[in-house]
């Protein structure tokens, strides 16, 4: 492992240390991926700038993300099934009729479902592709546009963020962007991926695309910093994907990250082998349940989508 002092200072805690954990991404290609020695956040060595991910995620990231410039039936299926799950599992925090709005919002799933449970819903979505299904088929209120183009007015009631927040320049600045969206009290929900129980094998987990790699602690300290509090953490610290409701409170006068989180990072990462990651207890009936349930997905995609579009003509 080797260790770098950079003239890139970390988004969490704004240290310079940073110990490099691999070279490459999923698909072999270059990628430097580092750990901050002073609080165990995982990003990319250097992080790209505003500007190139904001033309990447308007442009290119669908296509090489997912394989798709527009939403293929499966996907839609997929997203509006998500959607209708994070909706169930928030609803019995927020009163009926809560004003959502979502960053970051893909084909408008989500969006829709908080629409037809009766809240007032909408979003925003930098990719065009998507955003013209969103905005044409499902009749979404989402706008094709970037979270700082957004004027802060303090006025929105719960704010989502699935599978975003990893993809930010600065997920600080981010979330300070969206403190000032958010009135006194608000809600931001967040999940993402749990770099500290591996979502796939090593030499599969980094891709360009995903510039920050969070545990749950990184992401509640960040939240904290930024002037965040926990309402409700609905996985354990061991589960792939992280999902945490957050409350808008005070900025703390001062922050310190713990410098220990770096080592358990570490180690999580490093934690399995492909052969010890494969042999897992339960991980090939698992699988197979995956297969399967892709398979059924598949056959079901292409019924599933002209119901769903015809509720919506």
């Known amino acids: 492992m080797n260790s770098s002092e950079s003239l890139q200072l970390c988004d969490l805690c704004g ?12 698909h072999n290609r270059p ?4 750990v901050c020695e002073g609080c165990g956040l995982v990003s990319h060595l250097p992080v790209p700038g505003e500007d190139e991910v904001a033309a990447y995620y308007a442009e290119d990231y669908r296509k090489d993300y997912h394989g798709e410039s527009v939403p293929s039936p499966r996907r839609i299926m997929r997203a509006w099934n998500n959607g209708a799950r994070i909706l169930n599992q928030l609803s019995p925090h927020i009163p009926a009729g809560t004003d959502i709005f979502e960053v970051g919002a ?27 299904y969103t905005r044409d088929t499902l009749h ?8 700082y183009d957004l004027e802060p007015g303090g006025d929105k009631s719960l704010l989502l963020l699935i599978h975003v927040i990893e993809h ?20 931001l929900y967040i999940e993402c991926p749990n770099i500290g129980a591996p979502f796939a094998t090593f ?24 002037g965040y509090e926990v309402v409700k953490q609905f996985k354990a ?22 410098p220990q989180e770096a080592g358990r990072t570490r180690a999580a990462i490093h934690r399995y082998n492909w052969l010890s990651y494969n042999l897992r207890p339960n991980y090939l009936s698992r699988r197979l349940c995956k297969i399967s349930r892709y398979a059924s997905e598949y056959v079901k995609a292409n019924a599933f989508v002209r119901e769903l579009e015809a509720r919506f003509k």
């Open 203 to 226: 030499g599969r987990l980094f891709h360009f695309a995903h510039i920050y790699n969070f545990t749950p602690a990184t992401l509640i300290a960040l939240a904290k910093k930024c």
């Open 15 to 26: 240290g310079s240390k940073f110990s490099i954990i691999s070279h490459s991404d999923r």
């Open 31 to 34: 990628l430097t991926t580092g």
């Open 106 to 132: 893909g084909i408008g799933c989500t969006v829709k479902n908080f629409e037809v449970a009766g809240h007032q819903a909408s979003g925003i979505e930098p990719n065009a592709g998507f955003n013209s």
């Open 237 to 258: 610290d061991d589960h792939p994907d992280i999902e945490i409701l957050f409350r808008k409170v005070d900025i703390p006068e001062s922050f310190s990250a713990d």
């Open 168 to 187: 930010f320049s600065s997920p600080t600045r981010a979330l300070t962007q969206i403190r000032g969206l958010l009135r006194n009290d608000g809600l």
């Open 140 to 147: 979404a209120d989402v706008e094709n546009t970037n979270l």
